[in-house]
């Protein structure tokens, strides 16, 4: 897992729109796209529900989240 890979993660969570993220990473959407299916795979599953009109952190990811905050 890499550093980037997490800041892009928390934009498209932050953002629910991947080209979004992308632009606040400064970065293109399919380098973020590539580097968080990258993430997906390390981790051994998908972090979101790609689906229209945005996309959904998935529901076990965002209460691990809370969890490490608390």
């Known amino acids: ?3 980037h890979q997490v800041r892009y993660f928390l934009a ?3 953002e629910l ?3 979004k993220a992308a ?3 400064n ?3 399919p380098s973020l796209t590539r580097a ?3 993430l997906e795979d390390e981790l051994g599953g998908d972090l979101f ?3 229209r009109p945005a996309p959904s952190p998935r529901r ?3 209460a691990g989240l809370k969890g490490a905050h608390t």
């Open 1 to 3: 897992m890499e550093m």
């Open 12 to 14: 498209t969570v932050s």
């Open 17 to 19: 729109n991947f080209t």
């Open 23 to 25: 632009e606040k990473c």
């Open 27 to 29: 970065v293109t959407q």
């Open 36 to 38: 968080i299916k990258q």
């Open 49 to 51: 529900r790609r689906e």
């Open 60 to 62: 076990r990811l965002v």
